[in-house]
């Protein structure tokens, strides 16, 4: 298992970086939720969903100030396994947190700058990720918000920030928008290229178009992807008003700007198929680019403005990465559900592997019952990501070199992975309904099952 990395040593670092007298810098993070990278005209869409370059502290204009990382591989389509490895710094098999409903294990970096002093505050729109899932460990004050009052994510942690920014303190923020998580419903200023006439993005919707993929034509795909790019503007737009909050924050208290004082973090937990196959829309059965790939900027000090990196990183590298740790060179990305799925990439390939067969139809995610939403994974696959970036076409039988190659990786990976034993958080009486509606038995029977051999594939 990696380490996971002194946060001693990084806020040294970051200190000789800046001058002997020099305070570490703040840190910002910024998570929004099913955020597809392609979707972003920061990696080559079309449509300018992260806002114009002119738009002071945009996704946008925050990757032209910034460093913009080309790929970055979150380890689920989950947002708790997600969410975790970027806290922990460990593989969701090795914090325990492979899905809801499961808790985090092993130490978080937010308690560690809590321990140094940082004062630290989060909130979270997604109200499934409760505090006894783990995430909330090192902070202060961390509280979910209801979607429909999104907006108060940044307004309430720019409130718990302004006294600490006066005082110069040292500050650690985390901001979890859930837009464009499903349903997509964006707000009609940001609703820019769907058709008014069309079907809406409702979660009834997309649920049928997965029980009956026959129905998604082009027109409707053509319509649910523009739903879900005015959902990625107004994220957006949510992220641009709370870093120019914060700006506004460190201008007032006669400090300089954001970037002048903080290191910002802008990525997301995963991203969302969008109708790639079985007429799926949504993420957590994926292990396929759409949703394992992330966008991921880092700006303010010590980091290059306009620099774009090419080499890929794992999302649960990032944080030692903000505050200056080159973290170990990683041969292979690894995403897992469960252990009953699999995928590895490096920096061409993508290996999709099924051994277990426990779940032929795929994996059993609600609100789909068992018997429908068929999300089924082959038993190996091998796809070239430079001709084929959406995964659709398997190449194994036409390169058996790389096939072995990339399974003796997964091999070397799972042995050098420190398992843990899955537990789910402590049932009382206000979430036994929730447990039980959406816990399923398999979730946590994780015993026997592992990654194929080279010989087996």
């Known amino acids: 298992m990696r380490a996971a990395g002194p946060w001693a040593a990084l806020l040294l670092l970051a200190t000789c970086q800046h001058g002997a007298r020099s305070a570490p810098p703040d840190l910002i993070v910024v998570t929004v939720d099913t955020l597809r990278a392609d979707r972003l005209s920061l990696y080559g869409a079309e449509r300018a969903t992260d806002l114009g370059a002119?738009?002071?502290?945009?996704?946008?204009?925050?990757?032209?100030?910034?460093?913009?990382?080309?790929?970055?591989?979150?380890?689920?389509?989950?947002t708790?396994?997600?969410?975790?490895?970027?806290?922990?710094?460990?593989?969701?098999?090795?914090?325990?947190?492979?899905t809801h409903m499961t808790v985090m294990q092993g130490r978080s970096r937010a308690e560690d700058l809590r321990d140094r002093g940082y004062r630290t505050f989060a909130r979270c729109a997604n109200a499934s990720v409760v505090p006894e899932y783990g995430l909330a460990r090192g902070f202060l004050d961390y509280a979910l918000r209801p979607r429909e009052a999104e907006p108060r994510v940044g307004s309430e942690l720019?409130?718990?920030?302004?006294?600490?920014?006066?005082?110069?303190?040292?500050?650690?923020?985390?901001?979890?928008?859930?837009?464009?998580?499903?349903?997509?419903?964006?707000?009609?200023?940001?609703?820019?290229?769907?058709?008014?006439?069309?079907?809406?993005?409702?979660?009834?919707?997309?649920?049928?178009?997965?029980?009956?993929?026959?129905?998604?034509?082009?027109?409707?795909?053509a319509q649910m992807r523009a739903l879900y790019d005015g959902e990625v503007r107004y994220a957006s737009s949510l992220v641009r008003d709370f870093l120019a909050g914060l700006d506004r924050l460190y201008r007032a208290a006669g400090r300089g700007g954001l970037l002048d004082n903080a290191v910002v973090v802008f990525t997301a937990d995963h991203g969302e198929e969008l109708g790639d196959r079985h007429g799926y829309f949504l993420h957590g059965k994926s292990l396929y680019s759409g949703v394992i790939r992330v966008p991921l900027v880092i700006a303010g000090r010590g980091w290059p403005a306009g620099e774009r990196r090419r080499e890929p990183v794992a999302l649960a590298d990032v944080l030692p990465l903000a505050l200056g740790e080159e973290p170990p060179p990683r041969p292979f990305f690894v995403a897992t559900w469960q252990r009953e799925f699999w995928s590895i990439r490096d920096r061409r390939w993508t290996l999709v592997a099924a051994p277990c067969g426990h779940l032929p139809d795929g994996p059993h995610e609600p609100p789909y019952p068992a018997q429908g939403g068929i999300y089924p994974y082959p038993r190996l696959a091998l796809y070239d990501r430079l001709a084929d970036p959406l995964e659709q076409q398997d190449v194994s039988g036409d390169h058996p070199d790389v096939v072995r190659r990339l399974l003796r990786g997964l091999a070397a990976w799972f042995?050098?992975?420190?398992?843990?034993?899955?537990?789910?958080?402590?049932?009382?009486?206000?979430?036994a309904a929730a447990l039980d509606a959406l816990v399923h038995p398999e979730w946590f029977a994780l015993d026997g099952c592992r990654p194929p051999t080279p010989e087996e594939g």
């Open 158 to 221: 720019l409130a718990l920030a302004d006294p600490e920014v006066r005082a110069g303190r040292p500050l650690l923020l985390w901001a979890h928008f859930m837009a464009p998580h499903q349903p997509y419903a964006p707000p009609p200023e940001h609703d820019l290229w769907s058709d008014p006439a069309g079907p809406r993005g409702d979660n009834r919707t997309l649920y049928g178009f997965h029980l009956d993929p026959g129905r998604l034509d082009a027109a409707a795909l």
């Open 80 to 98: 708790v396994p997600s969410l975790a490895s970027f806290w922990t710094g460990r593989e969701p098999l090795e914090h325990g947190a492979v």
């Open 54 to 78: 002119d738009e002071a502290f945009s996704p946008r204009w925050l990757g032209e100030r910034g460093t913009v990382f080309e790929t970055c591989w979150a380890p689920a389509g989950k």
């Open 415 to 431: 042995e050098g992975l420190d398992l843990v034993e899955v537990r789910p958080f402590a049932r009382t009486p206000g979430n």
